[in-house]
């Protein structure tokens, strides 16, 4: 056991994670059917993912070169030779009654994933990385006493991504499929939509005394969000040290996660690779990688986002969480830089005051609005040209930042231009030093005995002074100017 690796109630737990990606290819891993999700149930179908007698696989090249996007950004070994091979068992949403995969010959081998603990970072190492093409879907909600079969999905070109048992706890396990996420996103291997199958994670999890060997490995299969990852995992964490402790044999087994009582339920047994009977796809030939293609991809890859965030810390000086925040999302991350360009562009805006205006503004109200609605708040009247020129207000004095975020929110709100807002509202910042002194005056007029306390020594209440000209202004006063101002009235308080 390494120092610092945590434990449970004495326990140290082990954890590896298989995820199964879906790549962004236009078309099927073996046919020309359209991978799209949202078709009307087995719409997207043809004879070879319907396994028809006689239909033949074609692999697609584009999966293949997504695959070696993936692997390549991960550090990964690309191996020269990789063989599809037949994984039999059996299941209504499988037609062929096998899936064609990789399991002798993977496609990629080794390469690492750095995560953050609070213990400091650590390296979690990848064993493999195949393709294969996904099965089909069972439906059962709203169909009574019956069940159906979508066979849309059937044939999907999936990466599957599978970790060395390197893992610790919930924390790191969501962090590591966190940080996966946004790398096969950086990368456009796939869009990581939990939500519609593209990114989904099964569990292979034990718990030992430390330096004991390895416990019993259970899976549990198929999560599809983080938060559910780190319940499935705390649940079955406290189930396996019960057994345990009562003396219990933990049995190797495949659960289901119940999201709505938060426990981990039996499916069956586990299965072994011999259960599968893999042997060679005799219609799929084995896959040859030219040396071309691996550097073609090589030369086409984008930053990714280890490097990006370190370029924002050192180039713009971001904080590294606001920085790893920002790059956690590709299209936040675009949105921000195109609204650093445009700053840059104009000298009102140009340096450290103006970036870092942009950053809060995109720290709160964008990446609040893009969580609640998705990327549509990043472009149209909230797009960064749109944006900006508020930035702009606020640093010429004409704008509160609190004015520019109430105007940002009507325009999401509203869907109308933020400057647009500005000028139907008569928002204008009041600057003027005759009018702001007129306001500080008033405000210390009506309260006297707050004055004596603050020249006394209580400095504390020079927030409530600030406020109450600001609510006397209806928050058009400038608080810079206003705090200028009462400083020179005041005089400083005595220690």
């Known amino acids: 056991m390494s120092e610092g690796t945590p ?65 390549l950004a991960a550090g990964c070994t690309v191996n020269p030779v990789s063989v599809f091979e037949r994984k039999h068992y059996f299941y209504p949403d499988l037609p062929k009654g096998y899936q064609i995969s990789q399991y002798a010959h993977p496609l990629l081998s080794g390469g690492t994933l750095r995560v953050r603990t609070s213990a400091g970072d650590r390296t979690i190492r990848i064993h493999r990385m195949h393709l294969e093409e996904d099965a089909g879907k069972n439906l059962h909600a709203g169909i009574p006493d019956k069940s159906h079969v979508d066979l849309n999905r059937a044939g999907v070109p999936l990466l599957e991504i599978v970790s060395e048992p390197d893992i610790r706890s919930p924390d790191e396990a969501v962090d590591y499929l966190k940080r996966l996420r946004q790398l096969l996103r950086a990368t456009r291997v796939s869009d990581g939509n939990m939500e519609e199958g593209s990114f989904r994670c099964d569990i292979n999890l034990s718990v030992r005394r430390p330096g004991a060997p390895f416990g019993t490995r259970v899976e549990i299969k198929n999560v599809n969000s983080f ?171 004409d704008l509160s930042f609190s004015q520019a975020k109430e105007v940002y929110q009507k325009a999401v709100e509203e869907g109308v231009d933020p400057l647009a807002i500005v000028s139907r509202s008569n928002l204008a910042q009041i600057s003027g030093e005759g009018e702001l002194l007129s306001l500080v005056e008033a405000v210390l007029a009506e309260n006297p005995s707050e004055v004596d306390a603050y020249r006394k020594g209580k400095d504390r209440l020079f927030a409530f002074f600030v406020g109450g000209v600001m609510k006397k202004s209806r928050g058009k006063a400038n608080p810079e100017k206003v705090g200028e101002i009462l400083r020179a009235k005041l005089g400083s308080p005595s220690s």
Not at 15 to 28: I, N, Y
Not at 230 to 259: S, W, Y
Request: proline content about 7%.
């Open 7 to 71: 434990l449970f109630r004495g326990y140290e737990v082990v954890v590896g994670l298989e995820v199964h990606t879906q790549l962004l290819t236009k078309t099927k891993m073996f046919c020309r059917c359209e991978n799209r999700f949202g078709a009307s149930p087995n719409t997207l179908v043809c004879p070879v993912c319907l396994a028809h007698p006689g239909s033949l696989p074609v692999l697609n090249p584009q999966a293949v070169r997504l695959g070696l996007r993936a692997g």
């Open 227 to 397: 938060r559910f990852v780190h319940k499935a995992m705390l649940h079955e964490i406290d189930r396996q040290i019960d057994a345990v402790e009562a003396g219990e044999t933990i049995r190797q087994e495949t659960r289901l996660f119940d999201p709505s009582s938060g426990t981990t339920k039996p499916m069956r047994s586990k299965e072994e690779a011999l259960d599968y009977r893999y042997f060679p796809d005799p219609d799929l030939p084995p896959l040859r990688v030219e040396e071309t293609m691996v550097e073609e991809e090589r030369r086409a890859m984008p930053e990714l986002p280890e490097h990006r965030v370190t370029r924002l810390v050192e180039t713009l000086s971001l904080p590294l969480a606001d920085a790893e925040t920002i790059v956690g999302e590709e299209a936040l991350a675009a949105y921000f830089e195109e609204g650093v360009s445009l700053l840059e562009a104009t000298p009102a805006t140009r340096g450290d005051k103006g970036r870092e205006r942009w950053l809060s503004l995109v720290l709160s109200e964008v990446l609040r609005e893009f969580n609640r609605r998705g990327e549509g708040v990043l472009s149209g009247v909230t797009a960064p040209s749109a944006v900006v020129p508020l930035v702009g207000k606020v640093c010429s004095g």
